[in-house]
């Protein structure tokens, strides 16, 4: 090979020279540099996703003092007394029968029947529902729902039928002007939250 670079002129053989150290030196960047670089560039990335998630735990953190203070509301709300009491839907609506029937009795009605109705979902509050029927004069009709809409736990009187008792039962005196009446009332139950 030596025989052979030396028939070479000398500019060629310089040319070969350097493209000889331009490989070398490429393979050497090959070998150190390109590892350097590609470890710099997951570093970096890296780098960037730990910032993400370092904003969104400042993010958490900043509304920890929110979240105290909406825990604090709903045990708040909770103990005064708006929403129904129960461990599940069921206890609740039974406790609503128990609260309709004491208000009824307190204004000398007796409901005769009551029912619990399907839970409802509105504005992310949980409504537990009874259709309450019962025969009543007008005054006790008033007193009742009086009773009902300023009472605690908040209970709301959603729908109300009323209609005089059958045209056979006028006949009698006491009969007279007693109404037919079935109302849908529900109550709040607090989340699980606030509980």
Same mark, same amino acid.
């Given at each position: 090979m030596t025989a052979m670079m030396e028939q070479l002129?000398?500019?060629?053989?310089?040319?070969?020279?350097?493209?000889?150290l331009v490989a070398a030196l490429g393979l050497l960047a090959l070998m150190t540099v390109v590892p350097v670089s590609a470890r710099i560039a997951g570093l970096r990335e890296q780098i960037d996703t730990e910032r993400i998630l370092l904003g969104r735990f400042a993010a958490v953190a900043a509304r920890q003092s929110q979240t105290a203070e909406?825990?604090?509301?709903g045990r708040a709300a909770v103990e005064s007394g708006a929403y129904l009491r129960g461990e599940?839907?069921?206890l609740s609506a039974a406790a609503l029968q128990t609260l309709l029937?004491? =208000? *009824? $009795?307190?204004?000398?009605v007796r409901?005769?029947?009551?029912?619990? =109705? *399907? $839970?409802?979902e509105r504005h992310e509050v949980r409504l537990i529902g009874v259709r309450v029927q019962f025969n009543a004069r007008v005054g006790q009709v008033q007193a009742l729902l009086h009773r009902i809409e300023s009472h605690r736990p908040l209970l709301f009187v959603e729908a109300m039928q009323i209609a005089p008792i059958?045209?056979?039962?006028?006949?009698d005196a006491e009969q007279v002007g007693v109404l037919d009446v079935r109302l849908e009332i529900f109550g709040a139950v607090a989340s699980k939250l606030g509980q």
């Open positions: 002129s000398l500019p060629v053989r310089r040319l070969l020279a350097v493209a000889l909406y825990d604090r509301i599940s839907d069921a029937s004491e =208000l *009824a $009795a307190a204004n000398g409901p005769s029947s009551t029912r619990a =109705l *399907a $839970a409802r059958s045209p056979f039962s006028q006949r």
